[in-house]
């Protein structure tokens, strides 16, 4: 799964080790695209290339990404672009906050497209330190069970989970 990771660089990097923190996280479920958002040496004047380079690089990404997630804790203008543009794309796009009082802009927290949880990251990461599981499809027809994948979403048959 290609996963885009939206936090803001030009508007502050006062959450850059939240960043870092989630970035690493969500290395479990796929590629992050935007691993470089989390780089504690990355300053709030950006990165390498030209304000366009940059675009085409990100929008590229945007495209590629199967899921976006957003921390928007520090405002943005550029991570409120990207998911207006992600939101354009048909996206799904998850967007977390945790300061700033639980005040989220009401564009996003309003659009019924965005996921905006009642808990910010880090508790969800608390959550997530549950013993971990392996899940198979048992086919109903008695043949061996498969992994969970895409190509099984359809299968019918009893889903076996077991600790790692």
């Known amino acids: 799964m290609n996963i885009y990771f939206c936090g803001s660089i030009r ?12 970035i690493e996280f969500l ?9 470089h958002v989390g780089d504690p040496a990355l300053t709030d004047r950006g990165g390498d290339g030209t304000s366009e380079d940059i675009w085409r690089r990100d929008t590229a990404w945007l495209r590629e ?18 998911l207006a543009f992600a939101r354009a794309l048909g996206k799904r796009v998850h967007v977390f906050y ?4 639980g005040r989220l802009s009401a564009m996003l927290a309003g659009d019924p497209q965005f996921v905006t949880p009642t808990a910010d990251f880090m508790s969800l990461l608390k959550i997530s330190q549950l013993p971990k599981v392996n899940c198979t499809i048992a086919p109903k027809d008695g043949r061996t069970p498969t992994s969970a994948s895409k190509a099984n979403r359809g299968t019918r048959g009893r889903v076996i989970c077991s600790p790692r």
Do not use: F, Q, W
């Open 98 to 101: 945790g300061k700033n009082d």
């Open 65 to 82: 990404s199967d899921i976006v997630i957003a921390e928007c804790s520090t405002p943005s203008l550029g991570v409120g672009y990207e």
């Open 27 to 35: 290395k479990r479920y796929g590629t992050v695209l935007t691993e």
């Open 11 to 22: 508007g502050g990097r006062a959450d850059a080790a939240l960043y870092h923190e989630m």
